[in-house]
């Protein structure tokens, strides 16, 4: 698994870490908000106490903030994606192979694949990049 950080995303982590103390080489964009992810154990430290290191980085950075756990395998896959596509819900994930399938309704599919399918592709590099996943259908 090879993962590309431009010098914008070095940027954000470096100030990641210099808010939160901890370190991490997960960061990517998903619909216009920065995500970073961190061991499970340190998920709450990286948040702060109530939120103080999420809008902390949200004021310098002047876009949405996630923090999720780091997947441990296929088994979080629909944990993670649920967490980076919030407020947005989905039935289920099923995966097969290096190709997933993510079940929702209507309005979650518009939401899921986004104007001229920016998110279904942000997504496909998501998944690509944690899981080896290559093709992401939304059903």
Avoid: W
Avoid at 20 to 37: D, G, L, M, P, S
């Amino acid at each position: 698994m090879v993962k590309v950080l431009d010098m914008q995303f070095i940027r954000y982590v470096n100030l990641f870490t210099r808010v939160t103390r901890i370190k991490t080489n997960h960061c990517f964009e998903y619909n216009n908000a920065i995500v970073f992810a961190v061991p499970r154990n340190l998920v709450a430290q990286a948040i702060g106490l109530n939120n103080r290191n999420l809008r902390t980085l949200s004021e310098i950075i002047r876009k949405k903030i996630k923090i999720v756990a780091i997947p441990k395998g296929i088994e979080d896959i629909e944990n993670f994606v649920s967490v980076i596509t919030y407020p947005v819900r989905f039935k289920a994930i099923e995966v097969n192979g290096d190709s997933a399938i993510i079940n929702a309704s209507n309005q979650s599919k518009a939401s899921l694949i986004g104007r001229d399918k920016r998110r279904l592709e942000e997504m496909k590099n998501v998944l690509d990049q944690y899981f080896g996943i290559k093709r992401v259908m939304i059903r």
